[in-house]
């Protein structure tokens, strides 16, 4: 961290501290607010730190970030980062990210004391002391320094690791898989390629995916033994191994001893195997040398938890399937993993749904949003679907069911009609 407070922006925080103490100096006044002073140099900091990572990681996802702006309403996109006593806004401008905004909640101030005296949080008041007798300040890279850290912390408590899961997420582990061995085989060959070949763009998120899935090691995490047996007893009629021989998920049939590669197995077996293999092999609950970074400047901190993203979990499920599946996400939830998950199925949604009526999920652990399709773009209904004691409101599948029971009604009734007219 000290490497960031040298070049332009140590001069930054050299010059703020020499305006500082001008100001106590010329005004005599014993408190001096200098939030504004320290936000100027965190917004600095977040932009060398965060957001230029940040701006990379979409870049990777997207190509280029001028393709995420609103091509209804022409509008940049934004991104609002709430969190704790600091609030931000991100913008997307042309190809880059800039920090447009960042405040604290509270105030930070300068008290002019006769002696060395610690800095103290009180309350809405982040409060430094100035020796006078020393007349001269260094207090603002500690401040910055305790508060950055303090902002990092924080999300290490709420957040461990994140993994996602695309939708097709069969297909694209084949079709890398694939890949891979025609890649090592051109590399080959390169001397006798007389044309160009352009490496197809693959975002960070599957990429990420991909990795994870092809170099895992042999044995279980064991953290959700529990839950990976009930879907390979109950659901698979099989496991799911990891052959370290080919680096390949394979599929190994209950009643016959013999691994399938996915690509030979169902559509069922071979979307929920890479569920399965980050159950059991991936995600991971110990936080490593990040935790015992933090402890190291002596403010040790609780495990934050892991947050799985799934697209289309339902995908080539039998709605039995889907049911017995969400039963099972709801149990992770209780072993220190967040799920995020998009879906089109109202099996899943209206299962969810009973269990939390059935007070097996606390629905103030549950978002449900719906997705809106408006004049100015996709937009997020929060209230539309929300999750009250008593469930969730089926504003989106309801009406689809309840058309489709109306129109076979009529379709009777002209039946009827016909057949009574004869």
Do not use: W
């Given at each position: ?53 940040l701006e990379n990681s979409f870049k990777n996802s997207f190509s280029a970030i001028d393709q995420l702006s609103n091509k209804y309403s022409k509008k940049n996109f934004e991104i609002t980062i709430q969190f704790g006593e ?337």
């Open positions: 961290f000290a490497e960031h407070f040298q070049g332009e922006l140590g001069k930054q925080v050299t010059e703020t501290e020499e305006e500082i103490l001008q100001k106590i100096n010329d005004s005599g006044f014993d408190e001096l607010d200098i939030t504004s002073h320290i936000s100027t140099i965190f917004i600095q900091i977040f932009s060398d730190q965060v957001i230029r990572n600091l609030t931000m806004v991100i913008e997307g401008k042309e190809d880059a990210l800039c920090l447009r905004n960042l405040e604290f909640d509270f105030q930070i101030k300068v008290k002019t004391a006769n002696t060395n005296r610690k800095r103290v949080r009180n309350g809405s008041k982040y409060v430094l002391y100035f020796n006078k007798k020393e007349n001269h300040l260094d207090i603002v890279t500690d401040c910055v320094q305790e508060i950055y850290f303090e902002f990092r912390n924080e999300i290490s408590e709420l957040i461990n690791n994140v993994y996602f899961l695309p939708a097709s997420r069969s297909g694209l582990y084949q079709a890398l898989n694939a890949f891979s061995a025609v890649m090592a085989e051109l590399s080959k060959s390169r001397n006798f390629l007389k044309s160009k070949i352009e490496i197809p763009n693959i975002s960070e998120p599957v990429s990420d995916y991909f990795l994870n899935l092809s170099d895992i090691g042999k044995k279980s995490k064991g953290k959700y033994n529990e839950i990976v047996e009930t879907i390979e007893n109950d659901i698979l009629r099989g496991r799911i191994i990891f052959n370290e021989e080919n680096k390949k998920i394979v599929f190994k049939q209950n009643m016959i001893n013999e691994e399938f590669e996915l690509a030979f197995t169902s559509s069922m077996v071979s979307e929920i195997a890479p569920i399965v293999a980050y159950l059991k092999y991936i995600i991971n609950d110990e936080t490593g040398d990040r935790i015992q970074f933090f402890r190291s400047i002596g403010k040790p901190r609780k495990k934050g938890v892991g947050v799985l993203f799934i697209e289309e979990p339902e995908a080539h499920l039998h709605p039995d399937v889907q049911v017995k599946l969400i039963d099972i996400f709801t149990k992770l939830v209780g072993k220190n993993l967040k799920i995020i998950m998009t879906s089109h199925s109202n099996y899943i949604f209206n299962k969810l749904s009973n269990i939390i009526l059935d007070k097996k999920l606390d629905h103030n652990t549950v978002c449900s949003y719906l997705m809106q399709s408006t004049d100015q773009g996709s937009t997020s209904d929060l209230i539309s679907m929300k999750a009250e004691e008593d469930g969730m409101n089926d504003n989106n599948f309801a009406n689809t069911a309840e058309m489709l029971y109306e129109e076979r009604i009529r379709i009777y009734d002209k039946l009827n009609a016909t057949k009574n007219a004869h």
